[in-house]
């Protein structure tokens, strides 16, 4: 199922960036700055929104729109400099108009 293979592949994703980036060490979580602070927590809500739609808590249009607009958020301030600009190479940009595709489909189809 779709559904569950994305739900796995992003507890990998958290697992992995916690012991690369973190040293599975909350404390450094905690001390980090506040941007990326924010990121994680809005990574973890799109995560727990999937979840919501796996287990039927969340219609598939909330799970979708949710989780779309939660991801695309945590990459955003994930990836900005302390300048606040979006520091990726030109490709790394697709989310975005690939986001708005999603969520135009949604709304209209």
């Not at 989780?67 to 600009?85: P, Q, R, S």
């Amino acid at each position: 199922d779709l559904l569950w293979v994305s739900m796995v592949t992003l507890w990998g994703h958290s697992a992995y960036s916690f012991y690369k980036f973190y040293n599975l060490d909350i404390k450094k979580v905690l001390s980090d700055k506040l941007m990326k602070r924010i990121s994680i927590l809005l990574g973890s809500a799109a995560t727990f929104s999937l979840a919501a739609g796996y287990v039927g808590e969340f219609s598939t249009a909330v799970m979708a729109l949710s989780t779309t607009v939660l991801g695309i958020a945590h990459f955003y301030t994930m990836e900005i400099d302390y300048k606040y600009v979006l520091q990726v190479r030109p490709f790394a940009y697709l989310p975005f108009p690939l986001a708005a595709f999603v969520l135009y489909n949604l709304m209209n189809g």
